[in-house]
């Protein structure tokens, strides 16, 4: 006899990290969205400082982290919650407002992380399938709203397509969604979106008692590596999210590297205009080539590849580019460097011509 699992977690896949090159591979690593510059001396200073202290436990309640947060978005430092990056801080909200035979609804194609961390906790994911253009569908997602319904969530940017939801739209959808409903505005790649119609997230969640804003380190910030993210919800789901948190998830290292980035925020933002100018210059291109791309409003791209996505990454490979492919749907690509993105549109085009779009 073999010992007993949960059978509810054979319905979805484990989480699968970017692509990462064969040893001695020569490649670009454009899989993860990751930041591709390296960490600021000043940031790499200050964990310097912390690591003689990795023996003690991290300050659980974010002593010097959480009232920059604070101070930065003008909330309540007990709004605020730490997280082991966005992920984990998504993953407390679900399991503070859910549970088994309730469920939690966003858009599909979304995040791949949600419907895992949803059924991870006993509850049942809800997936309303995106518009012709690959954008959420608010009014199908207010119709998928039932009584058993606790927590709705819209990445915005989407991951993985780009695609946005707009400041009126949102607060329309925002006022018709119930309101013992909490809704989850996760903004991972707020820091890219350039558009003219941006929501506040952060606004929404002041004005709201039912919407958390998640935000991570991880992207704008360059600290993948060492986790941490953040959610600003009501005082009582934020109690909630730290009853169901991990102790000690966030470590001294990624709270003493996300203080100081945030200290250095205006020569990080400023890699942030070079990314998101590099994006519109990988955009013009590929559209230049024939693709049609949604719009993107993230540190990546998205090519509709449909049934041409395995062939289409055999290309991508033999050009060295690692990139995150969802078979039968297409690819997501991150902006990196100028050489990588270069390369990117080399490929793309020996795409078009094999594979077509």
């Given at each position: 006899m073999e010992p007993r699992?949960?059978?509810?977690?054979?319905?979805?896949?484990?989480?699968?990290?970017?692509?990462?090159?064969?040893?001695?591979?020569?490649?670009?690593k454009l899989s993860s969205n990751e930041n591709p510059y390296d960490p600021l001396p000043s940031v790499r200073d200050r964990i310097a400082e912390v690591l003689g202290r990795i023996n003690l436990y991290p300050d659980m309640a974010g002593a010097v982290l959480v009232p920059e947060l604070a101070r930065l978005h003008d909330v309540d430092p007990a709004r605020i919650v730490l997280g082991a990056g966005s992920v984990e801080v998504v993953s407390q909200l679900i399991r503070a407002t859910t549970g088994p035979g309730e469920e939690v609804l966003f858009a599909w194609r979304s995040f791949e992380a949600y419907p895992l961390l949803v059924v991870s906790a006993g509850a049942e994911p809800v997936q309303v399938p995106l518009t012709a253009d690959l954008a959420h569908d608010l009014p199908?997602?207010?119709?998928?709203?039932?009584?058993?319904?606790?927590?709705?969530?819209?990445?915005?940017?989407?991951?993985?397509?780009?695609?946005?939801?707009?400041?009126?739209?949102?607060?329309?959808?925002?006022?018709?969604?119930?309101?013992?409903?909490?809704?989850?505005?996760?903004?991972?790649?707020?820091?890219?979106?350039?558009?003219?119609?941006?929501?506040?997230?952060?606004?929404?969640?002041?004005?709201r008692d039912n919407v958390v804003v998640a935000h991570t380190f991880s992207k704008a910030y360059g600290l993948a590596g060492v986790r941490v993210g953040y959610a600003i919800a009501p005082p009582v789901v934020a109690d909630a999210m730290r009853k169901v948190a991990v102790p000690f998830g966030v470590t001294g290292l990624a709270q003493a590297a996300a203080a100081a980035s945030l200290e250095a925020q205006g020569e990080l933002l400023d890699r942030v205009l070079t990314l998101v100018a590099e994006r519109?210059?990988?955009?013009?291109?590929?559209?230049?080539?024939?693709?049609d791309l949604p719009e993107t409003?993230?540190?990546?791209?998205?090519?509709?590849?449909?049934?041409?996505?395995?062939?289409?990454?055999?290309?991508?490979?033999?050009?060295?580019?690692?990139?995150?492919?969802?078979?039968?749907?297409?690819?997501?690509?991150?902006?990196?460097?100028d050489e990588a993105n270069t390369a990117?549109?080399?490929?793309?085009?020996?795409?078009?011509?094999?594979?077509g779009a």
């Open positions: 699992t949960r059978e509810d977690l054979d319905r979805i896949p484990g989480y699968r990290q970017g692509r990462s090159a064969a040893d001695g591979a020569p490649s670009h199908a997602m207010l119709e998928a709203i039932t009584e058993r319904t606790r927590l709705v969530i819209v990445c915005n940017p989407n991951n993985p397509t780009g695609t946005t939801v707009g400041a009126a739209a949102l607060e329309e959808f925002l006022d018709a969604v119930p309101r013992d409903v909490v809704v989850l505005v996760d903004e991972a790649y707020r820091e890219f979106d350039t558009s003219t119609d941006r929501p506040d997230g952060v606004a929404l969640a002041r004005q519109e210059r990988v955009v013009g291109a590929l559209t230049a080539q024939g693709w409003q993230a540190n990546f791209v998205w090519l509709p590849t449909g049934a041409g996505t395995d062939r289409a990454v055999e290309v991508l490979d033999r050009h060295g580019i690692l990139a995150r492919a969802f078979t039968g749907e297409g690819v997501r690509i991150s902006i990196g460097t990117v549109l080399a490929a793309c085009a020996e795409i078009l011509t094999e594979v």
